[in-house]
């Protein structure tokens, strides 16, 4: 193994001379080494590179340059595009209409009813809802992702599940004996989950923990109040972000609450979690870089969509969707990623300087009152999870992935 980060003249010599780079299509042409070449061969991140036709091509290669004895490792990320979830099971996301010119719709008749679209088939009628808006932008993620997985599936012949026949076919040349799989989930926490399951801020007096405490002065030998928190850290301006299911669209409208989520009030994640407990510390850019890695998958094929939707026209040779259309959506796909997530609107990083480079100004005394106010301290705490039961609930699965494993047996004499 070589740890490609490092420069060359890093490596020991005994490593550097049994490196070589070779350029070569092993989709359609054999690789270019001979039987028994390699101890271990590892593939990963294949899943748009190899057409579904030759996989078992592929394998079959892998299989033939292993040495008796050698391993192959084959790691498949699973193709998701996952977003946090209402809280109230009530106010779906996908239950209302969205205005027509606002979502990008293409109907290419990817679900088996000819009399509808995969966009159609999300809609109903019209519900006065207080999140219109974010309705609205999940209905265009949800037609994007139709497309794009037409894409694959029509134009390039791509399983976007590869795991659901990875280990037949490997059964074929390595035995179904000598094959295992180890499963991996990653899961966004929501705020509720962290709160039941993290053992460490459960303690009094946690360490790492925010404090807020507000004392007034006695009167009349009585507190006239005191109040003290330790909890969550503050999230900023209190803006209403999650509303009872009563609510008018009139009522919100009336907050200016123009910009809802279903999801509650934002909250950045410390990390994400390798299911069922294993805590994994992140940076908030780094949760997003691992939450949002198949949007940005999707983003990265703009020039390929737009050849595919150029094939499809109406009864009338027009195109049903145009090059500008699509633009205009993936440009609302992109911008909508944060809100989709439930996340902050920017990154927490933005703002450390700005907030501590200096400790706050005391606030001043009022009239007979005493006010203290502690400010955040930047600490590495790090959460302890502790779930036992494997409980799923407060866990939005981001991440999938299946590690492959085989083993080429000797041949028998």
Known sequence: MVNLTSDHWDLERSVADNVRWVRHNFVRHALPFPNASFDFVRLSNLGLAVPFDRWAF???????????????????????????SPTSPSK?????????????D??????SDEEAGPSEK????????????????????????DVFDAML???RNIHRHPATFLRGMLSVPFEEKNVRVLPLHVGLPSREFMSKHDTEAQK?????RWAVTI????????DKGKAKANDSPPLGPLQPTDLPPMLSKKAAAMLGTT???????????PGLILYPETFLPMSPDEVEMHSSKNLHVLLSCRAALKDFIRDFKDKDGKPLATAEDLEDSLWDYEIFRRRRFNWPADLPELRLREQFAAPPTPPKRLSNESERLESPKRTSYVPNISNPTGSREGLTFVRSFRIFQAVKMSPTL
């Open 153 to 155: 599936t029509w134009g």
């Open 106 to 111: 293409l109907d290419i008749g990817i679900d």
């Open 92 to 104: 779906s996301a996908f239950n209302t209409s969205p205005s027509e010119e606002s979502s990008f």
């Open 259 to 269: 910009r809802l989520s279903p999801a509650g009030v934002p909250y950045q994640q």
């Open 122 to 145: 999300r809609r109903s009628e019209p519900k006065a809802s207080p999140y219109e808006e974010w309705e609205r932008e999940m209905q265009n993620c949800g037609e994007l992702e």
């Open 58 to 84: 592929v394998l079959t290669e892998a299989h033939r340059v292993l040495a008796p004895g050698g391993r192959l490792e084959l790691i498949d990320d699973q193709m998701c595009f996952p977003f946090i």
């Open 215 to 222: 004392d007034w002065e006695k009167k009349d030998g009585k």
């Open 204 to 208: 009094p007096d946690g360490e790492g």
